[in-house]
């Protein structure tokens, strides 16, 4: 998988104007998908933010293996800032987000009461990359469908304000990622759980390099929901560190395990074209569309063992 680049107009006037705005807030929460945790936190967001007030929310909980994501708040916060997991659609432990803000801001709130700044409510800006859920949590905090949603990046374009039960003022930003992403493995997780565009991959390969490491960190998953065909890779693939081998050493091999899974999945499901052959390509949808929907099973991509 090459490199990627992508870094729309609106992305780049989204940091412009979260630049612009920075002054007016007192905190940020940022949210990251709870299944890819460090690959879907923008690394420009802290040089934008600078010392502001930090709270992480680990979206999509509901779809990501409990136990990682456990890990994951523990190794955030061992860097003492604060991390809540979160299920926006749903809105599991949202607001719990909104009081960690707060809680980061207990002095600030205390020195606005002591200047007789009474209604004087937190403002939060709300930060992430594209379909991390960030329009979700306003509508549910808000507790009406203001913000515009769809299941797909890109669809907020402007800053908007909104307030939380008198307690809070939300700015919720559009999606902005990273001009480039250096690391293959990074561009395959943002793609695989749609935080940029499906038309940037071949829908095959995103699904066949899935599978491949579905198949080596959960296969029982994997076979309860596609058919004991699909069992573990054998072979020379490993995963090592929580990832997969290097793309660039093991480009073929991931790929043609990947597609041998994939074939699997397509007869398994009748998925056939004329003569019998597998349609790889409706499979492969397909598996993108169930993975995304939790529907494999609450599966996390990314253990924080991995990470440097």
């Known amino acids: 998988m090459a490199d990627i680049q992508w870094f729309p107009g609106h992305m780049a006037k989204t940091r412009r104007q979260m630049e612009k705005v920075l002054p007016m807030v007192d905190a940020v929460l940022e949210l990251c998908d709870a299944r890819i945790p460090a690959a879907s936190r923008n690394p420009m967001l802290g040089e934008i933010i600078g010392n502001k007030p930090l709270v992480l929310l680990l979206n999509k909980c509901d779809v990501a293996d409990p136990a990682v994501t456990k890990r994951w708040i523990s190794e955030f916060e061992r860097g003492g800032g604060l991390a809540v997991a979160a299920d926006c659609k749903t809105g599991t432990n949202v607001q719990r987000a909104v009081d960690a803000c707060c809680e980061l801001l207990a002095d600030k709130l205390r020195a606005f009461a002591q200047k007789g700044m009474t209604g004087r409510t937190p403002r939060i ?30 669809v907020t374009r402007q800053n908007q304000w909104y ?30 759980t749609g935080a940029v565009k499906d038309t940037l991959f071949d829908t095959e390969e995103l699904a066949a390099r ?18 004991s065909e699909l069992q573990a890779v054998s072979g020379d693939l490993r995963v ?69």
Not at 173 to 186: A, R
Not at 210 to 227: H, V
Not at 257 to 285: C, F, N, W
């Open 163 to 192: 307030s939380v039960h008198k307690k809070a003022e939300l700015l919720d930003t559009p999606g902005i990622l990273w001009p480039k992403f250096g690391d293959p493995h990074v561009g395959f997780l943002l793609a695989v």
């Open 240 to 308: 090592t560190d929580g990832k997969l081998p290097d793309w660039q050493i093991d480009e073929s091999s991931v790929f043609s395990a990947g597609l041998e899974l994939l074939s699997a999945v397509a007869r398994t499901r009748g998925m056939l074209k004329s003569g019998g052959l597998p349609d790889t390509e409706r499979a492969a949808i397909m598996v993108l569309d169930e993975f995304r929907a939790g529907k494999i099973g609450r599966i996390s991509l990314e253990n924080p063992t991995a990470i440097p």
């Open 210 to 227: 899935l599978l491949t490491q579905l198949s080596t960190e959960t296969p029982d998953l994997l076979a309860a929901r596609y058919g």
């Open 125 to 154: 800006l709300v930060a992430g990359v594209p379909n991390v859920g960030k329009s979700s949590l306003i509508n549910r905090l808000s507790g009406s469908a203001r913000a515009k949603t769809e299941d797909r990046p890109g």
